[in-house]
């Protein structure tokens, strides 16, 4: 692993949140959503550089502060967030190495801890493969039939939720995510595409609190979390 990057896709449009600004733009805890999110992976020294998947025709880009950054680049993303992070994948393999690494992670999920990070990038190092940040399932889950009656209880043991960042060589999986999309069309993490391509994917247990803010509930618990973190209760 000589160099990790990262790759951050803010290109979607927050469509099950609403709401004219897109969720990446909404004010939070003092500052957009998007700078909480960038500051995270800014605070860590493993990261060398960061490229950012934005919707070029939005001009709200131009008031993020962290996009000055030295170490921050943009570009165009796409339609859906695979195209968006390949996009990014895109422009880092221009020019880094054979051996340079990536983290993926949601504009998204602004309650990223750097302790977290730095736990996702050190089992990647220590296994040589690649890694997730992942919560364990506390719910008892049930699986349903069509008409909504419960046919069975899951083993929850077995199940995680994948969180981001996810950590993988940037050769692989610009290829994986490249070949899946073309083969299954619709890829929802880089993990999945990893799996396709038959690569080991180690989980991580991320906090409850790195969640991707999704609908209206979880922007007031994300500014809650933020402000905690800013202030501790004492
Ligand atoms: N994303 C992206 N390009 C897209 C779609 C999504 O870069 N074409 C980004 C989003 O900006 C977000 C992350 O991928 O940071 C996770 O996607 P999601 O939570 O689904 O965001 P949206 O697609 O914006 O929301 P929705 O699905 O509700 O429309
Ligand atoms: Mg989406």
Redo the contacts with the bound molecule.
């Keep these: 692993m000589k160099s990790i990057w990262a790759v951050?896709?803010?290109?979607?449009?927050?469509?099950?949140?609403g709401g004219e600004i897109?969720?990446?733009y909404r004010e939070i805890a003092g500052a957009p959503l998007m700078e909480h999110t960038l500051q995270a992976l800014l605070a860590s020294p493993d990261v060398r550089g960061i490229v950012v998947?934005l919707?070029p025709s939005d001009r709200r880009a131009d008031a993020i502060n962290s996009l000055a950054d030295v170490r921050v680049q943009t570009v165009a993303?796409?339609?859906?967030?695979a195209?968006?992070?390949l996009a990014g994948l895109d422009l880092l393999a221009e020019d880094a190495s054979d051996e340079d690494w990536v983290l993926v992670h949601?504009?998204?999920r602004p309650c990223l801890p750097l302790k977290s990070l730095t736990a996702l990038i050190d089992c990647a190092r220590a296994e040589g493969e690649g890694a997730i940040l992942a919560a364990p399932v506390s719910d008892t889950l049930k699986q349903v039939d069509d008409s909504a009656k419960v046919t069975r209880t899951v083993d929850r043991s077995v199940l995680w939720r994948a969180q981001t960042p996810q950590l993988f060589p940037l050769i692989k999986l610009r290829r994986a995510l490249r070949q899946c999309l073309e083969e299954i069309g619709d890829v929802t993490d880089e993990a999945m595409a990893m799996e396709w391509a038959g690569e080991t994917v180690h989980v991580v247990e991320g906090p409850p609190s790195n969640i991707?803010?999704?609908v209206e509930a979880d922007l007031a618990y994300v500014d809650m979390m933020l402000r905690a973190e800013r202030e501790p209760l004492t």
């Design positions: 951050v896709p803010a290109a979607g449009s927050g469509r099950r949140l897109p969720k990446q998947a919707d993303g796409g339609a859906e967030r195209h968006s992070v949601d504009a998204a991707k803010v999704t």
